[in-house]
C-alpha cells in the first residue's frame, strides 16, 4: 500500500519510508547490526548446543564423532577408508564418506596433544560458530545495498531456521564448506583465482558443492581472460587440484577404498526414508528404483544448467535450483542439506534486482548495477 501526499516521504511505500529512515544512520546502523547478530549467534551457540556439557551423550552417533574416530585411525597409522571393503556398498556401517581434510584436521588436532573427545567438540565449535556468524554477516551486507528491512530478514531468517540451529546443535561440519562456496560464487567476476581455490577448499571439505562444477566451467568459458585451452584446462586444476593434494596419499594407499567411500553416498540405502519399502520389496527393486530415480534427478539439473549456460538465470538462481532439486530427489536426506539451499535463498532474490531506491524530489527510481549481478 502507498500513502499518497504532497512530500517526497507521503509518495513512498511503507517499508521505502522505514529504509530511508534507516539509511539516513546507515553507518551507526550496520555496526549496530552486526554486534546484534554476533550476540544472537552466540546465544544460540551456548544455549542450544549445550557447549559445557559432556557432547558424547548427544553426538556419539553423529558425524562430528566419526570424523573424530576417523582423525584417530589416521593417527594411529590405519586407512579409514578401508572400512568400506567389509560392506556391501548398500547398508551404512558410518563410512569415511568425507573427503580426507576434517580427518586429517581431527588427526593434526590430536597429534598436537588434544586426546579428549570433548576438546575436539569445543574446538569444533568455536570454528563452526565463525563460520555460522560470517554466512550471517554476509547476508546482511549483501542485502543491506539493496534494502535494510530485507537485510534484517535475511539474517533472521539464516539464523534462526531450524536446520541452522540443527547443525549447531549436533556440530556439523557444513557451515565451513557452506560459507567458501558462497563466496566463490559471489566474488569470480572480481577475483577468479581467489574464486576457484576458495571453491577447491570447500570441495575438499565436503563433496556437496560437486553438483556446482559445472556452473564453474561454463563461467570459465565465459571469461574474456581465458584464451586458450591451456588456460582453461590450468583454472580446471585449481578446482580440482587442492582436493586431490590431500586425496592422494590414500588413493595411493588403497584405490579401491577410497573409491568405494566415495561412491557409497550414491548406492547407500537411505535408512529411515524407505525402510519399509526396502524390506519387502524383492531383491533389486530398490537398487533400479534408485538409479532410476537419480538418472531423473540428472536430467532435470541438466536443464538448469542449460538455463544458466543460456543467460536465462544468474548463478545464485542456479546454485538454489540444483540444491533444490538434490533435496527433493536425492534418496539419501539429513537435515544439514538444507542450510545450504536455505544460504542460497537470499541471494537468488538478490539477483532478480526487485529492489530500487527511491531518490530525489522526482521519485525515481534508481536501480543498482554493479558488475556483479548482486
Same mark, same amino acid.
Given at each position: ?120 567438540? #569445543?574446538? /569444533?565449535? $568455536? =570454528?563452526?560458530?565463525?563460520?555460522? *556468524?560470517?554466512?550471517?554477516? @554476509? ?5 543491506? !545495498? ?101 586425496? #592422494?596419499? /590414500?588413493? $595411493? =594407499?588403497?584405490?579401491?577404498?577410497? *573409491?568405494?567411500?566415495?561412491? @557409497? ?5 537411505? !535408512? ?101 549481478? #548482486?
Amino acid at each position: 500500500m502507498e500513502y499518497v501526499g504532497s512530500s517526497i516521504e507521503e509518495k513512498l511505500t511503507l517499508s521505502d519510508q522505514v529504509d530511508h529512515l534507516l539509511m539516513n544512520n546507515e553507518k551507526l546502523l550496520k555496526w549496530t547490526s552486526l554486534v546484534i547478530i554476533t550476540i544472537l549467534v552466540l546465544v544460540i551457540e551456548v544455549t542450544v548446543a549445550g557447549i559445557f556439557d559432556d557432547p558424547k551423550s548427544h553426538l556419539e552417533r553423529e558425524d562430528i564423532f566419526f570424523v573424530w574416530q576417523e582423525g584417530e585411525k589416521i593417527s594411529n597409522g590405519a586407512n579409514p577408508y578401508a572400512a568400506i571393503l567389509d560392506g556391501n556398498l548398500i547398508e551404512n556401517e558410518k563410512y569415511a564418506t568425507y573427503l580426507p581434510f576434517f580427518y586429517l584436521l581431527a588427526s593434526l588436532f590430536q597429534i598436537l596433544g588434544f586426546t579428549s573427545f570433548k576438546e575436539w567438540v #569445543i574446538f /569444533f565449535r $568455536i =570454528l563452526s560458530a565463525i563460520f555460522y *556468524l560470517a554466512i550471517a554477516y @554476509f547476508l546482511f551486507l549483501k542485502s543491506y !545495498k539493496k534494502s535494510v528491512i530485507f537485510s534484517i530478514f535475511v539474517t533472521m531468517y539464516w539464523i534462526f531456521n531450524r536446520w541452522s540451529i540443527v547443525v549447531v546443535y549436533v556440530v556439523n561440519i557444513d557451515f565451513i564448506p557452506l560459507f567458501l562456496m558462497i563466496i566463490s560464487l559471489y566474488y569470480y567476476d572480481t577475483h577468479r583465482n581467489m574464486s576457484l581455490i576458495t571453491y577447491a577448499f570447500s570441495l575438499s571439505m565436503k563433496h556437496l558443492a560437486i553438483f556446482l562444477l559445472p556452473i564453474y566451467l561454463i563461467l570459465l568459458l565465459r571469461d574474456s581472460e581465458i584464451t586458450s585451452i591451456k588456460d582453461y584446462g590450468f583454472s580446471i586444476l585449481k578446482i580440482v587440484g587442492i582436493p586431490l593434494i590431500f586425496a #592422494i596419499p /590414500f588413493i $595411493i =594407499l588403497d584405490p579401491k577404498a577410497f *573409491l568405494y567411500s566415495m561412491a @557409497f553416498s550414491g548406492t547407500r540405502h537411505p !535408512k529411515g526414508l524407505f525402510d519399509e519399502f526396502y524390506e519387502s520389496a524383492p531383491e533389486g527393486t530398490f537398487i533400479a528404483f534408485g538409479i532410476a530415480n537419480r538418472i531423473f534427478m540428472v536430467l532435470i539439473m541438466a536443464l538448469v544448467y542449460l538455463l544458466f549456460q543460456s543467460n536465462k538465470i544468474e548463478r545464485f538462481t542456479t546454485s538454489f535450483l540444483i540444491f533444490v532439486i538434490f533435496i527433493e530427489f536425492n534418496l539419501v536426506l539429513f537435515d544439514q542439506y538444507r542450510v545450504w539451499r536455505i544460504a542460497l535463498l537470499p541471494l537468488m532474490l538478490l539477483e532478480f534486482n526487485i529492489f530500487t531506491i527511491k531518490k530525489d524530489k522526482e521519485n525515481i527510481d534508481v536501480k543498482e548495477n554493479p558488475s556483479n549481478p #548482486i
